[in-house]
């Protein structure tokens, strides 16, 4: 009988061990098939241009989900996209700063208006939060939108500078003028932020965290501050999210309210992380880097006018199919 124990024990290590080589060896294959993307596809703009948006929204999906893992749901975080877009625009317009100077400090406007919207809204739980967010979107929108001497209201933004460069003793690397190495750059972000959000997930951050997501009065027993760490996770999701923003106005050189503060850029982030998988690492940037080139090259051609379906359609099926998401689906398979 101890004989049968030991053995068991070791088949169920030695499952395990094979498991967690198949999916570092998945996640390797996957870094190489994003690095060497360029290569494969001979430099197609095209192509890359829709990769390029796809590393961009995974990684908003990522800011978003650190939110999330407090177990709040959002649907405001076009307030943040918008706010560093515009952010990020107009100091590079007005002022003549460089891209590396006004991405960041759009991260930083970001996270202010997230500390305004946390003190606003962080009393509230569930449903009335996700409300609650998704009607503080309308505050930075309408300043936008009527503060004509600065914003330029309705009009929006035009000739906004490309994606930062770099000069270095004769070395100089323009990010905005190759689409290729506009890929490289937001690939960059990507993994920096995907490597943030593992450290956070494993740290006593992400630990106090789950602990509110699964009981907050018991962690509000133990001298968990719920609320500060809420608030905590709202920031730094604000942050990133600022970030993303501005990249996005670098990248596409125009902007208007209506186009980064509209519902896509709250809803498309959340569609990602509960198709991916809500509270995992790689699962929202997983449905990001899948979705929406699907999206592009399938649905769009196929149907110009309702192609968005696709989105609410893979969010039904997913929750009523695969309730962990598509990374859930296929830790379960390998």
Same mark, same amino acid.
């Not at 100077?101 to 759009?106: E, R």
């Not at 009393?123 to 939060?129: D, P, S, V």
């Not at 999701?237 to 970030?243: C, E, H, L, P, Y």
């Given at each position: 009988?101890?004989?049968?124990?030991?053995?068991?024990?070791?088949?169920?290590?030695?499952?395990?061990?094979?498991?967690?080589?198949?999916?570092?060896?998945?996640?390797?294959?996957?870094?190489?098939?994003?690095?060497?993307?360029?290569?494969?596809? #001979?430099?197609?703009?095209?192509?890359?241009?829709?990769?390029?948006?796809?590393?961009?929204?995974?990684?908003?999906?990522?800011?978003? &989900?650190?939110?999330?893992?407090?177990?709040?749901?959002?649907?405001?975080?076009?307030?943040?996209?918008?706010?560093?877009?515009?952010?990020?625009?107009?100091?590079?317009?007005?002022?003549?700063?460089?891209?590396?100077?006004?991405?960041?400090?759009?991260? %930083?406007?970001?996270?202010?208006?997230?500390?305004?919207?946390?003190?606003?809204?962080?009393?509230?739980?569930?449903?009335?939060?996700?409300?609650?967010?998704?009607?503080?979107?309308?505050?930075?929108?309408?300043?936008?939108?009527?503060?004509?001497?600065?914003?330029?209201?309705?009009?929006?933004?035009?000739?906004?500078?490309?994606?930062?460069?770099?000069?270095?003793?004769?070395?100089?690397? &323009?990010?905005?003028?190759? =689409?290729?190495?506009?890929?490289?750059?937001?690939?960059?972000?990507?993994?920096? %932020?995907?490597? %943030?959000?593992?450290?956070?997930?494993?740290?006593?951050?992400?630990?106090?965290?789950?602990?509110?997501?699964?009981?907050?009065?018991?962690?509000?027993?133990?001298?968990?501050?719920?609320?500060?760490?809420?608030?905590?996770?709202?920031?730094?999701?604000?942050?990133?999210?600022?970030?993303?923003?501005?990249?996005?106005?670098?990248?596409?050189?125009? =902007?208007?309210?209506?186009?980064?503060?509209? %519902?896509?850029?709250?809803?498309?982030?959340?569609?990602?992380?509960?198709?991916?998988?809500?509270?995992?690492?790689?699962?929202?940037?997983?449905?990001?880097?899948?979705?929406?080139?699907? &999206? #592009?090259?399938?649905?769009?051609?196929?149907?110009?006018?309702?192609?968005?379906?696709?989105?609410?359609?893979?969010?039904?099926?997913?929750?009523?199919?695969?309730?962990?998401?598509?990374?859930?689906?296929?830790?379960?398979?390998?």
């Amino acid at each position: 009988m101890e004989n049968d124990k030991k053995t068991m024990n070791f088949l169920t290590a030695k499952n395990r061990l094979n498991k967690s080589k198949t999916h570092w060896i998945g996640l390797f294959l996957g870094f190489m098939l994003f690095f060497a993307l360029p290569l494969l596809v #001979q430099s197609n703009h095209y192509i890359l241009q829709v990769f390029t948006h796809a590393l961009l929204l995974a990684a908003l999906a990522l800011a978003w &989900d650190l939110l999330g893992a407090s177990g709040s749901i959002s649907l405001g975080h076009a307030a943040f996209f918008g706010a560093g877009a515009y952010a990020s625009a107009l100091l590079g317009l007005d002022l003549g700063l460089s891209p590396w100077a006004t991405i960041p400090l759009a991260g %930083l406007i970001a996270t202010g208006l997230g500390l305004i919207m946390g003190l606003i809204c962080l009393r509230l739980r569930g449903a009335y939060f996700a409300l609650a967010t998704l009607a503080f979107v309308e505050i930075p929108w309408v300043i936008t939108d009527n503060w004509d001497s600065l914003t330029r209201g309705s009009l929006g933004l035009v000739g906004i500078s490309g994606l930062p460069s770099i000069r270095i003793h004769g070395f100089h690397v &323009d990010f905005g003028s190759s =689409i290729v190495v506009s890929y490289y750059l937001i690939f960059a972000y990507f993994m920096i %932020l995907l490597g %943030l959000v593992a450290f956070v997930h494993q740290s006593n951050i992400g630990l106090a965290l789950q602990a509110i997501r699964e009981e907050e009065i018991a962690a509000e027993a133990v001298g968990i501050h719920v609320n500060g760490y809420r608030l905590l996770s709202l920031l730094m999701s604000a942050f990133f999210t600022g970030v993303c923003g501005a990249c996005y106005a670098h990248l596409v050189r125009y =902007i208007e309210p209506g186009l980064v503060y509209g %519902l896509h850029f709250s809803a498309v982030p959340m569609i990602f992380a509960i198709c991916g998988g809500r509270l995992t690492i790689l699962g929202p940037a997983v449905a990001a880097m899948v979705l929406y080139p699907m &999206d #592009q090259f399938v649905f769009h051609p196929l149907l110009p006018a309702g192609h968005e379906f696709l989105y609410g359609a893979v969010l039904i099926l997913a929750m009523l199919f695969m309730p962990n998401g598509f990374w859930g689906r296929l830790r379960n398979a390998s």
